[in-house]
């Protein structure tokens, strides 16, 4: 039986099986380093609170962090039948500084322990996510300014809809991402609460200078509520959220690459380093890394769900179920930081073909919302001319017609007005025939690219 932090009412050990099934060093042990960056903080509180002696405090303090480097470097070994990261910690410590290390924990509790290196952990964490969201966008803002002046087709239902710009596609996900990140900023206020000192659920009995130890961590405030902070894990639900919600963007974003890249439409191209083949068809090019940015929102619900309801009517305080909470926490970081270094390649290797865009924008379904709108400028109702483009569309189909081949005196009667067709069968017109800030008139997206790249450089 591997050596534990308690023990000492028990006459028997802990059965084999039953330590191997409540062990947790498998999916805690990533937070070794923020284990030692807050126990030198400790041991500090330690010296003042004359606990233990400056010179105890001086070999302790350069103990972990000879520890620390050796971690870094790859010589302190995770041992998986340890029983936490804690008790791993220990043991390698007590290598260094001997029987000092007994006096480490003292007035220290594991309850309060985990759930600051937790904090900690996820402080890092939340800024790394946020890098990335960043790089992601600077990635994107950059196609949108290679492809400025491209027109696209864009779609409600999947069924040809309206000319849209590239760019102004493509900014919707930059937009996207900026409120993940915000959510990621929010969050990280929530988690930036220090819950040493807190005790196992009541606080300490020693006189603890929590606000020394809050600026030592870099926490900007403290936990108010002793039972509340050795039990919340709002922060981390709130995180896996966050990420959830993330990954629910770039997952939509991913459909719409594929559904473009596939032959029915054609207008976006992968290169190489993003596609893979087939085993039988060799003229097969598969976009799987996009195909798994897509699936991959189901891996950040199953994280968020399961975390979820392991926190659904636990009693107040520490249970430990709460040692469940790291699982999720982890796969999710790891799954995101994947995701958006993979999806900020695939959109450098993501290619507009123009040509086929064009040949797409042929269709004359596209203008037909322009012509309908130019009729309620010349003073027909919204009704009126809604129904009237219908009944060209429907005469054109029957005729086994394009609108432009119709004959004139056909159109003009079915309109009730003398309309230029041919006027309005354009993709770089139609474009810029929106008005409002936030379309896809050139002018507007134009603005939009500015601001993003003073945003995203700042």
Request: hydrophobic fraction near 40%.
């Amino acid at each position: 039986m591997k050596e534990k932090l308690w023990g000492g009412r028990f006459k028997e050990a802990l059965d084999s099986l039953v330590f191997d099934f409540t062990k947790s060093i498998e999916y805690d042990w990533f937070l070794f380093e923020y284990e030692a960056y807050s126990n030198i903080a400790w041991v500090e509180e330690l010296n003042r609170l004359k606990l233990i002696t400056s010179s105890e405090a001086k070999k302790l303090v350069k103990s972990i962090k000879e520890l620390l480097e050796d971690y870094f470097k790859g010589k302190a070994k995770i041992d998986f039948k340890e029983e936490d990261i804690h008790s791993l910690f220990y043991k390698l410590l007590r290598k260094k500084a001997g029987d000092l290390t007994d006096k480490i924990h003292a007035g220290k509790s594991r309850n309060e322990q985990v759930v600051t290196v937790m904090r900690m952990f996820l402080k890092d964490a939340l800024l790394e996510t946020g890098e990335l969201v960043k790089n992601l966008q600077k990635s994107m803002l950059k196609k949108a300014m290679i492809y400025a002046g491209v027109v696209i087709p864009g779609f409600t239902h999947l069924q040809y809809a309206q000319p849209v710009l590239f760019a102004h596609w493509m900014l919707s996900f930059v937009t996207q991402l900026e409120r993940d990140k915000q959510r990621l900023n929010d969050c990280f206020t929530r988690v930036d609460i220090l819950p040493l000192g807190s005790g196992a659920l009541s606080g300490s009995n020693f006189n603890i200078d929590r606000e020394r130890i809050k600026q030592d961590l870099s926490f900007a405030s403290i936990g108010s509520n002793s039972m509340d902070m050795v039990s919340d894990r709002d922060f981390i639900l709130e995180y896996l959220n966050c990420n959830l919600m993330l990954l629910l963007h770039l997952s939509r974003m991913a459909e719409d690459l594929i559904i473009y890249n596939s032959p029915g439409y054609g207008f976006i191209d992968f290169g190489d380093k993003v596609t893979t083949g087939s085993s039988l068809m060799p003229h097969k090019k598969n976009p799987d890394p996009v195909e798994l940015i897509r699936s991959s929102v189901a891996e950040a619900l199953s994280s968020y769900t399961f975390l979820t309801n392991v926190l659904k009517g636990l009693p107040t305080t520490y249970n430990r179920d709460l040692q469940l909470d790291k699982k999720p926490l982890f796969a999710s970081y790891l799954l995101t930081i994947r995701v958006l270094d993979v999806a900020r390649i695939v959109i450098s290797q993501m290619f507009v073909n123009k040509k086929r865009a064009s040949e797409l924008l042929c269709d004359e379904r596209f203008y037909l919302t322009d012509i309908s709108e130019e009729l309620i400028k010349q003073g027909l109702s919204w009704k009126e001319a809604h129904t009237k483009v219908g009944e060209l569309i429907k005469y054109a189909e029957s005729n086994h017609q394009a609108i432009n081949k119709l004959d004139k005196s056909v159109i003009k009667n079915i309109l009730s007005r003398d309309i230029k067709i041919n006027e309005y069968l354009n993709a770089d017109k139609s474009v810029n025939r929106k008005l409002t800030t936030g379309s896809t008139n050139k002018k507007y997206v134009g603005r939009e690219i500015k601001k993003w790249q003073r945003i995203l450089e700042s």
